[in-house]
Nanobody, 120 residues
Framework: VQLQASGGGLVQPGGSLRLSCAAS????????LGWLRQAPGKEREFVAV????????FYADSVKNRFTIFRDNTKNTIYLQMNSLKPEDTAIYYC??????????????WGQGTLVTVSS
C-alpha cells in the first residue's frame, strides 16, 4: 500500500477534522499529492493538491478557505485540515498522487479511502 489515508469520522456541522495520508518515501519525495472525494450517488471529485515542493496548492471552489492541505516532510505524510464542515462534505475521501512533481490536471492513482460524515 503506497498511500494510506486515515482520520475520518463523524463530526457535527461547523466542526473540524484532520485527515492524514502516509505515503511511501519514493512517492512522497517525487510527486504531487492530494485528495479526492466521492459522496453517495455522486462521481469522484477533486478536493485539493499540493506540489512536491509545496510551492503550489490548489483547491476545489467548494472547499476553498475552509480546507488546508500541507505536507510534513519528516513523516512522508500529507494532511487535509477541514474546518467549518458542512453536511455536503460528507464523502469517502481518497488520498491521491500524480506521476509528476507538479499537478497537471488529474491524479494518476489513489489509495483506500476514509469516510467523513458531517451530521448533527
Amino acid at each position: 500500500v503506497q498511500l494510506q489515508a486515515s482520520g475520518g469520522g463523524l463530526v457535527q456541522p461547523g466542526g473540524s477534522l484532520r485527515l492524514s495520508c502516509a505515503a511511501s518515501e519514493r512517492i512522497f519525495n517525487n510527486n504531487a499529492l492530494g485528495w479526492l472525494r466521492q459522496a453517495p450517488g455522486k462521481e469522484r471529485e477533486f478536493v485539493a493538491v499540493i506540489t512536491r515542493s509545496s510551492n503550489s496548492k490548489f483547491y476545489a471552489d467548494s472547499v476553498k478557505n475552509r480546507f488546508t492541505i500541507f505536507r510534513d516532510n519528516t513523516k512522508n505524510t500529507i494532511y487535509l485540515q477541514m474546518n467549518s464542515l458542512k453536511p455536503e462534505d460528507t464523502a469517502i475521501y481518497y488520498c491521491a498522487g500524480t506521476n509528476s512533481a507538479k499537478y497537471l490536471g488529474s491524479f494518476d492513482y489513489w489509495g483506500q479511502g476514509t469516510l467523513v460524515t458531517v451530521s448533527s
